[in-house]
């Protein structure tokens, strides 16, 4: 069994995998948003396909901590995505999780048109390993 890491955005959602251990988290797919159904389908038959027990959603805090705006869609994502899947859901702080990624490609000195297509895999995978290093202790 796995954890499913998954970075949600208006655009793309980045998607990340444990090992089978939950002890690494790596970077799996980009998904390009279309509707909630296929968005929830394709999630769902990851999960199917990799034997994911759980999926951990980044969810975007304000710098003080309180839910706003964005939070509060993510969270009705994450509740429609658990009744489609079935899957439990837990959520990590992901606040300058994106930040944190685009630090890495810009280190990387990768082009800005090669950032847009690896930055919410990254993401996604800070998120996961955020978690499962938190499971950890």
């Not at 930040?99 to 990254?122: C, H, N, T, Y």
Request: hydrophobic residues 45%; aromatic residues 2%.
């Amino acid at each position: 069994m796995r954890i499913m890491g998954i970075d949600v955005g208006e655009k793309r959602i980045g998607i990340a995998l444990s090992d089978p251990l939950k002890i690494v988290a790596g970077g799996h797919s980009v998904l390009e948003r279309s509707s909630l159904s296929k968005d929830l389908e394709h999630i769902k038959q990851l999960c199917s396909i990799n034997e994911v027990e759980l999926i951990v959603i980044g969810l975007p805090r304000n710098m003080n901590g309180s839910i706003g705006p964005k939070a509060i869609e993510i969270q009705e994502f994450a509740q429609a995505l658990q009744e489609y899947t079935g899957v439990g859901i837990a959520f990590v702080d992901e606040r300058l999780s994106t930040v944190a990624a685009e630090r890495v490609l810009l280190q990387a000195d990768m082009s800005r048109s090669k950032r847009k297509k690896v930055i919410d895999k990254l993401a996604a995978v800070n998120i996961l390993q955020n978690y499962l290093d938190g499971a950890r202790q």
